[in-house]
């Protein structure tokens, strides 16, 4: 069974810009969830989605968005991109809502804010 | 406010004796508690978790202990081995917001 797939894998962007980034689920989980990792902050959640609705959210800004499809892939956006957005964003996987015991995650997308 | 700690950046352990890894929290609502282990460039992988009504939680050579009155909880490796060497941590859930709380880390070295 193929794990967490999350594209791209690096990025680069500026001040301003805004970032898509994507995260595809193990087959047949349908809950979908977004951590933020910085070395000053740890692992932080920013939200969870769950049949393309959004069941939880972090402390996170408004600039920090996110979507499920119907095929449970999911995108996270950042508009507005700061210097202190640069951090490893991972996406974990599992087959219902906040079952973390049973929650699988993909290697991240490492984001760089210039 | 930070409501899970992990107090040890990093830990240094010889191979074969045993690691223990400590975790802090301050939210009393949480319930249930969980470990991860991280290697570089890959995503963080399950441990194993505790739930509240428990204090002790064993699955081989990993054991979390949870102490509900001083709100800590540890992770004890025993032997280890250099393959454990990675970043470990601790999150926590509860209450009626059903989000992951994590510590910062402790990066665990294992020498041979």
């Known amino acids: 069974k193929a794990g967490v797939t999350q594209t791209p894998r690096y990025l680069i962007k500026t001040r301003g810009q805004q970032v898509t980034l994507s995260c595809s689920p193990i087959s047949g989980h349908r809950s979908v969830s977004w951590y933020q990792q910085t070395p000053g902050q740890g692992l932080q959640f920013l939200f969870e989605y769950f049949s393309e609705t959004q069941r939880n959210k972090g402390n996170f800004p408004g600039r920090f968005s996110g979507r499920q499809f119907s095929n449970s892939r999911s995108e996270m956006n950042v508009s507005t991109l700061e210097l202190g957005d640069s951090a490893l964003y991972l996406c974990?996987?599992?087959?219902?809502?906040?079952?973390?015991?049973?929650?699988?995650f993909g290697p991240g997308t490492r984001l760089t804010v210039l | 406010d930070q409501q899970v700690k992990q107090n040890s950046p990093s830990l240094s352990v010889q191979e074969g004796r045993i690691s223990i890894l400590n975790c802090d929290y301050t939210?009393?609502?949480?319930?249930?508690f969980l470990w991860y282990k991280k290697y570089p460039a890959e995503g963080p992988t399950f441990l194993i978790s505790i739930s509240s009504i428990k204090d002790k939680n064993e699955d081989g050579r990993f054991t979390v202990f949870l102490n509900k009155s001083a709100k800590h909880l540890s992770l004890h490796i025993v032997p280890s081995q250099p393959g454990d060497s990675a970043v470990y941590f601790c999150a926590a859930e509860g209450g009626s917001n059903y989000k992951l709380t994590f510590g910062k880390g402790t990066l665990l070295t294992v020498n041979p």
């Open positions: 939210n009393s609502m949480f319930d249930y």
């Open positions: 974990a996987s599992s087959l219902v809502v906040s079952s973390y015991n049973e929650q699988f």
